[in-house]
């Protein structure tokens, strides 16, 4: 099975930062990483797929990149509302997906 | 609007079941993969099935195969989880979602979550 790790698991900043995750896969997933973001009780939401491309509705602070094992989500001018915790996942697994263990982002 | 409505959680003993919903609307639901995922208290997401369009295909995470079977009642736009052999790690709220095949079939949308308490 794909394993999928995450990087920072806690990050604290402040409003008007440039945050950077990232996420590593145990082999190759190509393109096929999603991104989303989690706030407390609440259902996730999706930000990011296929690595880079922006889910509709999603801010353009929002950026993603990479490819084949390492993959990086930026938040460029870090807003109030993006305090939450985010999730890579990958679907290159033909229909088996995995979740990465989450990053944190706080003050 | 696309929504999805997950019922059937509660308080069941170790060993017991539990068979939970998830009832679909605002898409034709027959033309999208299904998902179900869960959270443990306190704890990260983790996926636990996947099941193709028509209901022929179904995946596992390997701590539920054989325990969890997931189904879909395209009929009745809903997808089910049911969960046997119920242990205290099976704790957590369970959330259905759907797929997005121009994304890769990666969950777009999410319900609201069930909360799932495996205790004696």
């Known amino acids: 099975d794909i394993q999928m790790t995450q990087s920072p698991s806690t990050l604290s900043a402040s409003v008007g930062d440039r945050v950077i995750i990232t996420c590593r896969a145990s082999?190759?997933?190509?393109?096929?990483l999603a991104w989303y973001q989690q706030k407390p009780g609440k259902a996730p939401n999706l930000l990011i797929y296929?690595?880079?491309s922006l889910e509709s509705g999603v801010p353009s602070r929002f950026s993603g990149s990479g490819s084949g094992t390492e993959f990086t989500l930026t938040i460029s001018n870090l807003q109030p509302d993006d305090f939450a915790t985010y999730y890579c996942q990958q679907y290159s697994s033909y229909s088996r997906f995995t979740f990465g263990p989450g990053t944190t982002v706080d003050f | 609007e696309v929504q999805l409505v997950e019922s059937g959680g509660g308080l069941v003993q170790p060993g017991g079941s539990l068979r939970l919903s998830c009832a679909a609307s605002g898409f034709t639901f027959s033309n999208y993969w299904m998902t179900w995922a869960r959270q443990a208290p306190g704890k990260g997401l983790e996926w636990v099935a996947n099941?193709?369009?028509?209901?022929?295909?179904?995946f596992y995470v390997d701590s539920v195969k054989g325990r969890f079977t997931i189904s879909r009642d395209n009929a009745k736009n809903s997808v089910f989880l049911q969960l046997n052999s119920l242990r205290d790690e099976d704790t957590a709220v369970y959330y259905c979602a759907r797929g997005e095949g121009g994304y890769g079939d990666t969950p777009r949308y999410w319900g609201q979550g069930t909360l799932v308490t495996v205790s004696s």
């Open positions: 296929k690595a880079s």
């Open positions: 099941v193709k369009k028509d209901g022929s295909d179904k």
């Open positions: 082999q190759n997933i190509n393109n096929w």
